[in-house]
């Protein structure tokens, strides 16, 4: 198995709504702001070359929604996915699998793009499985008013209207659950319905891929959610029994939000579970 970081591209968002309830002038500390109150923000996927399966989790914002769309995350920098496929020797024709943690746009934006003509849009890994779970589908395409602009039936509709879509078996009681694709999944309710966070054996180590559950080194505190997450409470339980294990198990969590620190791990500490040690992915996926 070999594991490679893609990066599809950064963005902008508010700091006070990825911080919730933090004041400023505690999360500024980690994540600071411009003048606009943005922080910086990675979409940072991972492409899993195991034997002859190429698995893509998650695939950015795309790049087919309007500018007016876009000025509203203010993108930065010249990573893309089609690049950064490129750089290590693939191209997105040679995806087997795309695995969606969850279907907000900013994780599932390029699994979708326009057609040639610009008249209709086609899935963007024609040999590809699209793998979600049945009861966030579900979530994802009947959304609430508090996600209805997150989910986007234009990233979302056509997997299914290919006939690509496929569905992970449901959970099962337990911290891990199995998955058809050779890794764990840790299901997790509190950002939105049956969020997946993929934990990877690999080379000895459990990489654990942590989307939404833990966006930044600043969300490492309990309390630190999003104002994005539909249950925090729900969240901050989430946060605890996952984070005590990833000490517990040393695990490795691929940050897929962080723009500046790809790879934690974390230690006790008299005032809970903090930082320890910060890596870039070519000191642990290689």
């Known amino acids: ?10 963005f902008k968002l508010d700091g006070g709504a990825m911080f919730g309830v933090v004041p400023k002038t505690i999360w500024n500390r980690t994540n600071p702001a411009d003048s606009n109150n943005l922080i910086d923000i990675a979409a940072r996927c991972l492409l899993i ?111 299914q209207e290919s006939g690509h879509l496929h569905f992970i078996s449901k959970p099962k009681n337990g911290f891990l659950n199995e998955s058809e694709l050779g890794f764990g999944i840790f299901f997790a309710d509190g950002h939105t319905e049956k969020q997946m966070i993929p934990m990877i054996n690999y080379k000895g180590k459990t990489i654990c891929f942590m989307a939404d559950l833990l966006p930044t080194v600043g969300h490492i505190p309990l309390p630190y959610v999003t104002g994005y997450d539909t249950r925090p409470l729900l969240s901050m339980d989430e946060k605890d029994i996952f984070l005590k294990t990833a000490v517990d198990q040393n695990y490795y969590l691929f940050l897929e939000h962080d723009a500046h620190n790809p790879i934690i791990t974390l230690q006790n500490t008299e005032k809970g579970i903090r930082l320890k040690e910060v890596f870039s992915c070519e000191e642990i996926l290689k």
Not at 1 to 10: D, F, T
Request: with cysteine; glycine share 8%; proline share 2%.
């Open 1 to 10: 198995m070999n594991l490679y970081p893609i990066e599809a591209g950064n």
């Open 49 to 159: 070359e195991d034997g002859d399966r190429l698995i893509l989790i998650d695939t950015g914002m795309g790049n087919k929604q309007s500018d007016k769309f876009f000025g509203y995350y203010h993108l930065w920098g010249d990573a893309s996915l089609d690049k950064s496929l490129q750089e290590k020797g693939f191209h997105r024709d040679d995806i087997t699998d795309v695995f969606t943690t969850h279907l907000h746009f900013d994780h599932c934006g390029g699994c979708v793009n326009w057609n040639k003509e610009r008249t209709s849009y086609e899935i963007a890994f024609k040999n590809a499985k699209y793998w979600t779970n049945e009861n966030h589908w579900e979530w994802a395409t009947k959304p609430n008013a508090r996600e209805k602009a997150s989910f986007l039936k234009e990233n979302i509709l056509p997997m």
